[in-house]
């Protein structure tokens, strides 16, 4: 199993659905400074994480929504994580049924 090991200023993660997205972005600290429900494309994407692009990095689950975030990510220049979701559940250490919509 290989880990993603890079460092940078800001870690965006993102619970990819059909029709929406839930974008949590951090900074180095661990401080939470977003986290929200928003529309799953990539205008609404870029409004959240714009003030955050000079040093990024995005993550996914591999599922069968990511592929229009990896598009993006590459358009843009930003670093771009996808995750198998079995190395992700070994990293949580189990999946909790407590987000929003799962």
Not at 27 to 47: F, R, Y
Not at 64 to 76: A, K, Q, R
């Amino acid at each position: 199993m290989q880990f993603y090991t890079k460092k940078h200023q800001y870690y965006c993660g993102i619970d990819l659905h059909t029709k929406i997205i839930y974008i949590c972005l951090l900074d180095s600290d661990g401080k939470v400074l977003e986290h929200k429900q928003t529309k799953a494309n990539p205008e609404a994407l870029m409004t959240v994480i714009k003030p955050y692009m000079n040093d990024l990095v995005i993550t996914v689950e591999c599922m069968f929504t990511w592929y229009w975030v990896s598009d993006f990510c590459y358009e843009h220049n930003i670093e771009f994580v996808l995750g198998h979701a079995l190395y992700m559940k070994a990293v949580h250490g189990g999946k909790a049924k407590n987000d929003k919509i799962d």
